[in-house]
């Protein structure tokens, strides 16, 4: 596992919190898949009584945000009707064909010069539901809010549309208080559709640069930050150290726990009360600070939907009282698909453990059917077992990657076979489970599933090793590949002498960086999941100690990685209901569900036996999949242990941004905080986007071109449609009694504090 060197105990990682709004609750992975109910308007018999709605406590900074509370996306189909939406925005084919339905129904109310007239603007209006800006628009960002029948105009561009077209707004709105009081008070009615941000109202919104120019990529501070938002999935974990599927399309999500137990989450985000598999009497773990030891490991066998095996990995002591470790094969109970059977346990593998630290844990099963087993060097510091140390030794099993065939048996009677085309079959004075050698301490790799569509870079391995006193690093195994430990850390020397004569052929890693970055790097997984689609590709990775989240860009071209940090604590830019802006600091695995998203796990307090880990996923709240492209249908699990429903104690965005502000408010300024996006930016200049284009005002179509855009919308009447509006505000939830934002104020207690110090002493041994 990673190790630790602790110089201070934080629980979380925050950032840019500011005002108020609501209370919402997110349940398992599903972000942006809020409620949406139909349109109401707000009642404005006076203008102060509007104004006074529009600076409701929860008024937002205008970010990209649709109306069913969800991310922009990227329609699979170019949008006929509100084409200046067609390639970013908040409507589907589903929607755009019902907003030209709406049109042309009120189109059917006017005369040829009401059409030439008005036309164009009743259509932008319409549309505006469309724009990736629909929330701020509408008034949908703070779910209490009572929603808007129009949305936000600019006030020059309102006056225009109320001299030319006053008529038509009976047509747009049923709002009786907006027919009476506004149809012949023109200053009155665009006062009612003022925003406050004046950078956000229609048209002015297309006209800003500074807001469109990255419209639809992933957010970036200006320091080249990306900004990430996460949804709390599971809480009260004893030091979290893996999350597995068993690729049966029942998308359950296995959740283990150092000290030797694995819980089971169901689809619906709800948790079994009994666990999968229960064997703390066996595992070594401990309650010390930053204990390696334990339960490190687990993978399921390709073919688990038929053969019920998987896999495990963990530190035990033998009647002797040697520490070792020990790769075992378990099944699963036939009777009940959410319980191991213990007493199923085939040992495959056990290695003696010289001392307590560098155990390695990981499992998995490549592309090619075989499992590899990732082994620490044995502990202690700088590899001191032997003239070369344990790494380079390659007779014996410890600093390396093994690959063996589980499905079979050698001949000399070994639990497993030899894959024939091992690098290391044919040299007698090796080891033939060896695939690569070399390493440290790997603490968490993961196959890349490829690309979603061309399947590019599937099978790949990635790996995090941790490093000694300089350097942590990210590798790519290659087989038969010497990965340098201990000549090397990183991509410089560590042992002189043995660096002096080592192979130029040693495999060097992809990426590194040194102790101003990080100090215990934890490997993670390259997306390939479909929710967010700018994160294709992306290795996101963090670091143990200072909990710090990052993601490597692969150049092709210059053969490189380029490094990117990953920002979370945006409240502004996580304001979507069920998301969070903080975490627990100590960053213990990463992990990616079985429909390809991504999650990562850490704790407050790194011990076996310390409740304060949880379980997050990545979200971007720049831009989605389209509605409905990720849908999926879990294959039912019979249960028979009861369900214990999900209660989240992270506050949301939402939620800190409803908290009443103690402090003054910040005097504007034209430059940017840093953790606020570059596309949030209320001062930027306003000059012509090129992105986004106000719609054009055209002739009205044929008789037949009008049948058939009705047809069209009439298709879909009675179906479910995502871009509903709400009739009424959403109802503020019942108060959490507790918050990861009031466990803030923890402390370690003094046993952690006396820990820290041996830990130090301990990892420079």
Not at 219 to 226: A, K, P, S, T, V
Not at 548 to 556: K, N, S
Not at 606 to 632: F, N, V
Request: charged share 25%.
């Amino acid at each position: 596992m990673n190790e630790p060197c602790y110089e201070e105990v934080q629980d979380f990682y925050t950032s840019d919190l500011k005002k108020p709004t609501l209370k919402e609750v997110n349940a398992w992975p599903q972000a942006g898949k809020g409620r949406s109910s139909s349109g109401v308007s707000f009642c404005c018999p006076h203008v102060c009584v509007c104004l006074s709605l529009l600076c409701l406590t929860g008024c937002l900074r205008g970010h990209p945000q649709c109306l069913d509370y969800g991310p922009p996306f990227q329609p699979a189909l170019p949008l006929k009707f509100c084409s200046a939406y067609e390639n970013f925005g908040c409507c589907d084919q589903e929607r755009d064909n019902s907003i030209a339905a709406k049109y042309w129904d009120i189109m059917d109310y006017m005369d040829p010069q009401g059409h030439k007239l008005c036309g164009t603007y009743i259509k932008d209006i319409l549309c505006q539901e469309c724009s990736p800006y629909a929330a701020h628009l509408y008034d949908a960002e703070n779910p209490r809010t009572p929603l808007r029948s129009l949305p936000g105009l600019c006030f020059d561009y309102c006056s225009q549309f109320h001299l030319n077209c006053y008529s038509a707004i009976r047509l747009l709105t049923s709002d009786k208080h907006i027919q009476e009081c506004c149809e012949t008070n023109r200053t009155h009615f665009c006062h009612l559709l003022q925003l406050q941000d004046e950078d956000y109202c229609f048209p002015q919104v297309l006209q800003n640069s500074a807001l469109n120019r990255s419209l639809g990529l992933a957010l970036e501070e200006r320091r080249g930050c990306i900004q990430l938002c996460l949804v709390e999935v599971a809480n009260g974990l004893r030091n979290p150290v893996l999350m597995a599927h068993a690729t049966d399309q029942t998308h359950r999500a296995f959740v283990a726990e150092q000290l030797g137990l694995v819980w089971v989450y169901l689809p619906d985000g709800s948790r079994l009360e009994e666990p999968f598999l229960d064997i703390q009497r066996i595992v070594l773990a401990t309650p010390w600070l930053g204990d390696e030891r334990g339960f490190l490991g687990m993978a399921f066998h390709p073919k688990h939907k038929d053969n019920r095996k998987f896999y495990i990995y963990y530190s035990y002591m033998d009647k002797n009282r040697v520490e070792k470790i020990r790769i075992s094969e378990l099944k699963v109970l036939a009777s009940d698909a959410n319980k191991a059977d213990p007493r199923s346990e085939r040992n495959l593998l056990e290695l003696e453990e010289p001392a307590a630290n560098h155990n390695g844990g990981q499992l998995l099963f490549g592309v090619d059917g075989y499992l590899y087993v990732f082994t620490g060097d044995g502990g202690k510091a700088g590899d001191p077992f032997g003239k070369f140390g344990n790494a380079q030794n390659k007779s014996t099993l410890l600093g390396k990657v093994l690959r063996i065939d589980v499905d079979g048996r050698s001949p000399d009677g070994k639990p497993y076979r030899i894959p024939p085309d091992n690098p290391l079959v044919s040299d007698t004075k090796a080891r033939p489970e060896v695939y690569a050698y070399g390493v440290r301490n790997m603490w968490r790799c993961a196959v890349d599933r490829g690309d979603p569509v061309t399947k590019k870079g599937r099978g790949r391995i990635f790996c995090g090793d941790v490093g000694q006193n300089r350097f942590e690093e990210i590798d790519l195994i290659v087989k038969g590949g010497n990965y340098g430990w201990r000549a090397k850390e990183g991509f410089e020397c560590y042992d002189a002498k043995l660096c002096h004569n080592s192979s130029l052929d040693d495999i060097l890693p992809i990426f590194a960086y040194g102790r101003s970055v990080g100090k215990s790097v934890t490997g993670g997984f390259v997306y390939r999941g479909c929710e967010s689609p700018n994160l294709n590709g992306l290795y996101i990775f963090g670091d143990f100690m200072n909990g710090r989240l990052m993601a490597l860009q692969e150049d092709e071209k210059a053969n490189k990685w380029k490094k990117q940090d990953i920002c979370i604590g945006s409240t502004t830019a996580c304001a979507f209901p069920g998301m969070i802006s903080s975490y627990s600091k100590f960053i213990t695995s990463f992990a990616e569900d079985e429909a390809g998203e991504l999650y990562f796990m850490s704790t407050s307090y790194p011990s076996a036996y310390a409740p304060h880990g949880s379980l997050y996923k990545l979200i971007d709240p720049a831009r989605r999949a389209p509605p409905g492209k990720c849908k999926y249908t879990p294959v039912p699990v019979k249960t028979k242990s009861k369900r214990i429903p999900f209660v989240p104690r992270a506050k949301t965005a939402l939620e800190l941004l409803n908290e009443p502000s103690t402090t003054k408010p910040p005097k504007k300024s034209s430059t940017l905080s840093a953790a606020t996006p570059r596309v949030y930016s209320k001062k930027a200049k306003k000059t012509p986007s090129t992105k986004i284009k106000a719609s054009t005002a055209k002739t009205a179509p044929s008789a037949k071109g009008r049948q058939r855009v009705k047809a069209e919308a009439k298709t879909y009447k009675g179906k479910k449609v995502a871009h509903k509006s709400r009739t009424a505000p959403a109802p503020p939830l019942p108060k959490k009694k507790s918050s990861h934002q009031a466990r803030t104020k923890e402390v370690l207690p003094k046993k952690a504090a006396l820990a820290k110090g041996k830990l130090e002493k301990r990892r420079k041994k």
